[in-house]
């Protein structure tokens, strides 16, 4: 009896030393109203994390409103990684006081199509410059999603041409299409697919993009964040997860799957047209865009994803909006995603290490009818 009662605690030991790695339950934060996330939405949809995360893992995507909002939840420890634009980035990654956030992983960057876009009524003048545009928006009421990377590109947009709006309102992306659509907003910034889906081009003609990110030097840059005790305490799960987010990015970036990935998203992106969600990713924005390329994904860190983020702390700190100059040195560390990628076997496709392209198509090009 005694020999069975020490091997029966013997195996309870070894099995509460192994279950917790094979029970684990984590929560990954996205935006489903992003182009950003909709690499996210084809993980979860392929169960692409399952190749690559530990046996017995398991993941919970939840959905957010807004970046912040998944932020807040990353603080307080009700998710391990999220997505995110770099703005919204940084402001996490500044409060290590309350916890350690590395930024680990392009998701996609742009020269300000996404959500580096100025919107302005559909009544407004045709500008004829961007200085034209900065005079016209002196004296009007403007909105953007604060602690956004629209509300950084508005920032910049005004320091840059002395813009001094009688308001500043800071709306959601949802508040900003109902108020252009009854009249009660003269410009704002939001981000794709909100642009598509209240612009003149496919969606609903209540508003003109009168300006990109080039306006302002302004950069558009998809994060992935993870809290540091994940990775520190799972690397295999920190890794994995990574892992699986390459394949996700690779799917996205592929222009046969163009129409299956609409068809993931349309089922979290509720009350959009799929033609608005694929325009919005796949399309040419601004539709007269001299430079084809809409979007690209380099996966880690190369010169210009380091460098948009190095802009953003020292600019938001002189905004007030962070408290720190610089983020802490160990914050970006793209060394899981550069292990993953060299262990795939893939080849970037240039000079500067990209991942793949998306060049902007025609409205027209839509798999989707109107």
Not at 111 to 140: N, Q, Y
Not at 168 to 182: G, K
Not at 185 to 199: F, M
Request: proline share 5%.
């Amino acid at each position: 009896m005694r020999h069975s009662l020490a091997a029966l605690i013997a195996g309870f030991l070894l099995l509460a030393s192994v279950s917790p790695a094979l029970a684990e339950k984590f929560t990954i934060g996205f935006q489903p109203y992003d182009t950003i996330s909709y690499q996210v939405i084809v993980n979860a949809e392929l169960g692409l994390w399952k190749k690559y995360m530990p046996e017995g893992t398991e993941l919970e995507f939840a959905p957010a409103l807004q970046g912040t909002i998944v932020a807040n939840n990353m603080l307080a420890g009700k998710a391990v990684a999220g997505y995110m634009s770099i703005m919204p980035a940084t402001i996490l990654a500044s409060k290590d006081e309350q916890a350690e956030i590395n930024i680990v992983a392009s998701l996609g960057m742009s020269e300000g199509t996404r959500c580096s876009l100025v919107l302005v009524r559909k009544d407004a003048p045709a500008f004829k410059s961007v200085e034209e545009l900065a005079r016209w928006l002196d004296g009007k009421t403007i909105a953007a999603p604060k602690g956004s990377a629209s509300d950084q590109y508005l920032r910049r947009f005004f320091n840059k041409y002395n813009v001094k709006p009688k308001e500043y309102l800071n709306q959601s992306i949802e508040v900003i299409a109902t108020n252009f659509r009854t009249g009660k907003l003269d410009a704002a910034s939001a981000w794709e697919p909100t642009v598509s889906r209240i612009a003149d081009n496919v969606g609903e003609d209540y508003v003109r993009i009168a300006a990109d990110g080039s306006a302002a030097d302004n950069y558009d840059l998809g994060i992935l964040v993870m809290r540091r005790d994940f990775i520190t305490q799972f690397p295999e799960h920190a890794k994995g997860y990574i892992r699986s987010e390459l394949e996700a990015q690779r799917y996205l970036l592929d222009p046969a799957n163009q129409k299956s990935v609409i068809d993931m998203v349309a089922k979290y992106a509720t009350g959009i047209d799929e033609n608005v969600l694929w325009y919005s990713i796949y399309g040419q924005v601004p539709a007269d865009r001299k430079n084809p390329v809409r979007e690209w994904k380099s996966f880690y860190f190369n010169k210009k994803e380091r460098d948009n983020i190095e802009t953003v702390a020292p600019f938001l700190f002189e905004e007030k909006v962070i408290a720190v100059p610089k983020l802490k040195d160990w914050v970006v560390d793209d060394s899981i995603a550069r292990e993953v990628f060299r262990e795939a076997g893939y080849t970037p496709v240039d000079a500067e290490a990209t991942l793949g392209y998306i060049y902007g198509a025609k409205a027209g090009d839509s798999p989707f009818k109107r």
